[in-house]
């Protein structure tokens, strides 16, 4: 069973792009996708097969060194991942060779959640419909053109100190071209498209950092590319 035939992910994503439509019906502007709980003890615990998909919409695109309220969060979490930019539109089912040439920069980004409810194999359709807990997103002003992720060191600092730092930062989300091609299949199954322009952050690096009330800065650092930072006030 391909990871979005789950009954409860196939009722979650219907409801999800139905508000996606309408917002856009309203005047929205579309910023592109995410995926979210993707590492592999996530996909353990709640049974599935795959990551899920969710939407980021421009109202939710701040500058990199932007100031966020942290007041009328329940569990805020700041995800440190690698945003992918297509240069064409991607259908399904499609290769290795093509998601790749589909690509067409990648660069630091972050993610502000608020993971309330806390996900469980029961609730995964309210998850969906409540978009995966997206709220915030901010990218990094440079970028590496293509898809290589060869050579990448992320860095995430917190309180002024390293709070992590990994080589691999594919380890916990898997092959980028792999996330990509998913949310490509996932978004053909329920009548959409992955298109030229969108961007898709493809997961944490780390297990989701929660965000706690004495944290003022957060950064992510991809070596060689750039850094994108967030500031909060509670």
């Known amino acids: 069973m391909a990871p979005w035939?789950?009954?409860?992910?196939?009722?979650?994503?219907?409801?999800?792009?139905?508000?996606?439509?309408?917002?856009?019906?309203?005047?929205?502007?579309?910023?592109?996708?995410?995926?979210?709980?993707?590492?592999?003890?996530?996909?353990?615990?709640?049974?599935?097969?795959?990551?899920?998909?969710?939407?980021?919409?421009?109202?939710?695109?701040?500058?990199?060194g932007a100031t966020?309220?942290?007041?009328?969060?329940?569990?805020?979490?700041?995800?440190?991942?690698?945003?992918v930019r297509m240069k064409t539109d991607l259908g399904a089912n499609t290769s290795t060779e093509a998601v790749l040439a589909a690509i067409k920069e990648i660069?630091?980004?972050?993610?502000?959640?608020?993971?309330?409810?806390?996900?469980?194999?029961?609730n995964l359709d309210v998850v969906l419909e409540g978009d995966i807990y997206q709220r915030q997103v901010l990218l990094g002003e440079k970028t590496r053109a293509g898809g290589s992720v060869a050579g990448l060191t992320s860095t995430v600092m917190r309180r002024n100190a390293v709070f992590n730092t990994t080589t691999d930062?594919?380890?916990?989300?898997?092959?980028?071209?792999?996330?990509?091609?998913?949310?490509?299949?996932?978004?053909?199954?329920?009548?959409?498209?992955?298109?030229?322009g969108d961007i898709i952050i493809t997961g944490s690096i780390t297990p989701p950092p929660m965000i706690e009330k004495d944290e003022t800065d957060f950064i992510h650092a991809i070596d060689p590319i750039g850094d994108v930072s967030v500031k909060f006030t509670w």
């Open 107 to 122: 660069m630091p980004a972050i993610e502000l959640a608020d993971l309330d409810p806390v996900p469980a194999p029961d």
């Open 68 to 83: 966020v309220s942290l007041k009328d969060y329940t569990r805020p979490v700041a995800e440190p991942e690698i945003a």
């Open 169 to 196: 930062p594919e380890a916990l989300t898997g092959k980028l071209v792999d996330i990509v091609a998913l949310v490509a299949n996932t978004l053909a199954a329920f009548g959409e498209k992955l298109s030229a």
């Open 5 to 64: 035939d789950a009954p409860l992910i196939k009722k979650g994503m219907t409801e999800q792009l139905a508000t996606r439509r309408a917002r856009i019906a309203a005047g929205e502007k579309p910023l592109g996708w995410k995926v979210g709980l993707g590492a592999p003890a996530s996909l353990a615990k709640l049974g599935l097969e795959g990551p899920v998909v969710g939407f980021l919409m421009q109202r939710a695109l701040l500058p990199s």
